[in-house]
């Protein structure tokens, strides 16, 4: 085992709104740089339906996320995609087990 882990966090809006969730995700991740344990973040849509998004995140490590997590400026960096949260999807953590540059893992 790694010791890393992947977050996943699922956002809904209008299809005519993805521009918003967009430029959250944008101004989120300017605020994260240099968060420390964050590895790296993504932003994906769903081919068929335009209106929602995955975010994912990958730490160093569960206590890595976690610290971030209960810090004091979790909350305010990440404020501009909360009104967006879908509550039908639970937010998810993975452990990633296994990786390779060739998609083998």
Known sequence: MT????ILLW?????ESAGTVTSAYHA????????PGLLRTELWRYPDDP????VTSEWAS????????RSPG????????????DPERPIELLDIVSASASGRG
């Open 3 to 6: 010791g890393r882990v992947r």
């Open 11 to 15: 956002y809904r809006v209008p299809p």
């Open 28 to 35: 989120i991740g300017d605020s994260l740089a240099g968060t």
């Open 51 to 54: 209106g929602a998004f995955v």
């Open 62 to 69: 569960r206590e890595a996320f976690d610290s971030w997590e």
């Open 74 to 85: 979790h909350r305010p960096a990440t404020a501009a995609l909360r009104p967006f949260y």
